[in-house]
């Protein structure tokens, strides 16, 4: 029987969603990319507490003025609360959603193919319904960390160079195999992480890359601020009752940033093995999260990848 494409007609094929608060670099790159891959008037940002370099930056792009508490309480419930109710509703014109942080993109291996909406069209129904083939509610990118150590990759990051061009050491997280590519709607947790969608699963060729630790000096200042941020969000709480998760970033980056990459892999087939069989399902069995971790040792993207982001 023939196949036939599960992208609908009526329907744009793909559009992205992110929240930013500042970070005027990753959103300029965010915006870029997505933008070449969907055109600017898919793209939704919500820019948190308003701003004006928001509104430059992304000129063409769809951008919503989110009221922001200077107390920051309940910050990332809250974000990750409207994010999972607005992709939602946007599947109403939109065949897939991609939806994550401003320093995240999801990226296809240039070995398969350049363009993300090309690729998902491979996901098609059969006209025989005793041979339908696995259709994800949602997509989960291998989750690729890099990790910016001056000595291995001394070429600053410039305005007209992509990103992978100087930077593709990394680590393999699977915390960062997030379901951030949807068709269905959903409710995503802390973080985005995982969301209500089973089961979860991974795909063989697209890839998060997450930027936090793209380069050394972004990243101290980044994180120095985002330390300080926390305690403004912990102030006058039980020390016991607050996360630390931000405040030792700054420290385990400075440690990873010493790492050297012990090869050139992209697959890394035994950590994804690791992923699906250490996976564990929470809430009641309607929440999945990947085993694994991360990578101790520290990899290298292949060259194909430099010119992708």
């Given amino acids: 029987m023939a196949a036939r494409p599960i992208m609908d007609p009526t329907k744009e094929p793909c559009g992205a969603l992110t929240m930013v608060y500042r970070d005027y670099a ?16 898919h793209l939704y940002i919500l820019s948190h507490g308003g701003d004006p370099e928001h509104d430059r930056i992304a000129e063409g792009c769809n951008v919503i003025t989110v009221p922001r508490d200077p107390t920051l309480t309940r910050l990332e419930r809250r974000r990750w609360h409207i994010q999972s109710h607005m992709s939602s509703g946007l599947l109403r014109y939109y065949n897939w959603m991609f939806v994550g942080d401003v320093d995240e993109v999801v990226v296809l291996d240039p070995a398969i193919g350049t363009s993300l909406i090309d690729y998902l069209r491979r996901y098609e129904r059969s006209d025989d319904p005793a041979n339908q083939p696995f259709l994800p509610k949602s997509i989960c990118p291998f989750g690729v960390e890099l990790i910016h150590n001056p000595e291995v990759e001394p070429e600053p990051i410039a305005e007209d160079a992509t990103v992978l061009s100087r930077r593709r050491v990394f680590r393999a997280n699977a915390n960062y195999a997030k379901p951030c590519i949807i068709r269905m709607q959903t409710k995503f947790t802390v973080g985005g992480h995982a969301n209500t969608h089973q089961p979860r699963f991974l795909d063989p060729h697209l890839y998060l890359l997450h930027l936090r630790f793209f380069d050394y000096d972004t990243a101290v200042a980044r994180l ?8 403004t969000m912990d102030e006058g709480k039980d020390p016991a009752k607050t996360g630390h998760a931000w405040k030792k970033d700054l420290d385990n980056y400075k440690k990873l940033a010493s790492g050297k990459p012990v090869r050139e892999d992209c697959e890394l087939a035994e950590f994804r ?6 996976k564990k399902d929470l809430h009641g069995g309607n929440v999945t999260f990947w085993g694994g971790g991360r990578t101790k040792e520290l990899y290298r993207l292949p060259e194909r990848f430099a010119a992708v982001f």
């Fill in 273 to 278: 093995n690791t992923m699906e069989e250490q």
């Fill in 224 to 231: 120095t601020a985002r330390r300080d941020m926390r305690e």
């Fill in 26 to 41: 990753f959103l300029k790159r965010w915006v870029d990319y997505y933008g070449a891959q969907f055109g600017r008037q």
